[in-house]
């Protein structure tokens, strides 16, 4: 017989997240565009459909007028999503400050630069009290929509201080709260001057979080350690009040990828790119163009694995996505330049003068030398290495440009990929100018916008086709993910997804949480130690296939079955299973 359930088939469940999954762009007073942004988490919950799903964050933009609120307001209500509008210093205060210059890079063990280190810790208190009044603000948000009956999922490290502040508007309100980072080990929390207060908070909430146990394990321990409290299997107790602390690994909807694999518009991606690089060998990497991803090291990786693999030097490429994020922060933009020159350097050692062997797409701006007149090889490896699609001139000598709108690309010259065919005609057939002194000056590149999910789905899927219709066709082609920390790591779970007919190899970073569900099938790797990887692209690149069959065989059955809506099903069953200490007070 069947288990009465007295719950509505679809609850509401309120997501609340620093970032709504779409970003807002004014285009008048009152009109706007939404645009779907990239991210983990975004991703993952796309693949959430058992509940009725009301989005509450911030739209990425700040709108002071009442005009432009109420209008946002109503743009955002039709993707079921709610505005929480952040003035501008609250956003320099708790978005770039607390969270992304202090809880981003300690939660992943990267620590502060040391020059930031003394300001940081000067600004350390206005910044933690514009991180509790920025979660207020969303609290009132959250307590303005609920009606009884929902659940409410806060999401991330913004929003460590959201539980305690529900609780206080309504004791009954049943609140989870999961973190999608690490939790670092206590020995790193406990340097956090706000340790406490952000641990109790969070401990206000029924149900928290992780993706492994591992992180739980950290949490816990920092209860324990830094707040005397006890630390149960259940989870954390204070006074007789338990808070149930689980891990509860996120997985993607692995379905939307396999199906839209089967798309015209991702065949013919596919097909442009397997034209583009036929006879090589392709490696891939997609990140956020972010620190904990290990871009640079995993670049210097395949820099070393050209050095002492000649005669792989024409052979392979690497394609490296990198969407630029948190492009306000001093740190970012240094990283940016950081991978712009380490990406030219490596392409003007080892590229010819018709192929390059690192095509990094999703660039915002390069700087083009200063004050010497660039070769050949030198504008190739820079043009190259940079994604056109978006380019709206490159600003050379005034004496030589031709209006700022001026492109001249020859053939070999012209974007590496994914151009589109407009694009394509308006600077195919063009000369580049080279040769020119340029001063100091910037390529006029926007890009700050992300590939579409059909060109994403076809470069995870193209990798090994390359390779299969030359005479490489016995290799297989390679993901490369070298995060330094990671809380998960969906890229990795992609790429397993979008490669069954093709068994591409996974090189992963041991510090992902991936790599406690994917460690078996992938070749795991210190992204630190960059022969290591080095090694680990030869041994990916020459793997047998009955090996790669296997791995890939264990990946996909856990990417498949793992998935983005089993995450937070079971995340919201458990959370509705909790019992609110209101509840057992009426019990008693
Ligand atoms: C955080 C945690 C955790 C990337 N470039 C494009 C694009 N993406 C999409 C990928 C993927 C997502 O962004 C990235 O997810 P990750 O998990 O790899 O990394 P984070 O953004 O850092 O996510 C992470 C995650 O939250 C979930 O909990 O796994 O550890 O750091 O889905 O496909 N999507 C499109 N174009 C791109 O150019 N369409």
Redesign the pocket.
Known sequence: CEKPDARPLRQRLLVVANRLPVSAVRRGEDSWSLEMS???????LLGVKEFEARWIGWAGVNVPDEVGQKSLTKALAEKRCIPVFLDEEIVHQYYNGYCNNILWPLFHYLGLPQEDRLATTRSFQSQFAAYKKANQMFADVVHQHYEEGDVVWCHDYHLMFLPKCLKEYNNNMKVGWFL??PFPSSEIHRTLPSRSDLLRSVLAADLVGF?TYDYARHFVSACTRILGLEGTPEGVEDQGRLTRVAAFP?G?DSDRFIRALELPQVQDHIKELKERFAGRKVMLG???L?M??GIPQKILAFEKFLEENSHWRDKVVLLQ?A?PTRTDVPEYQKLTSQVHEIVGRINGRFGTLTAVPIHHL?CKSVLVGSSRVPTRTFLHAYVSSCDLSDLRGIALDPGHAHGSNVVRLSAPFSSPFLISHSQTSMYSGKELQFGLHIEKQTLAYKADR????H??CALYAVTADVIRRDVLSFFPDVALVTSLR???????Y?FVACQDSKKGVLILSEF???AQSLGAGAILVNPWNITEVADSIRQALTMLPEEREKRHRHNFVHVTTHTAQEWAETFVSELNDTVIEAQLRTRQ
């Open positions: 990239a991210g983990g988490l975004v991703s993952a999608h980072t993706h996120i993607i997609v990140d956020r972010d904990i991803k996505i969407v999703g992300s590939l579409d999910f060109a994403l990671d809380g998960m790591n969906l890229v990795s992609e992902a949480g991936a």
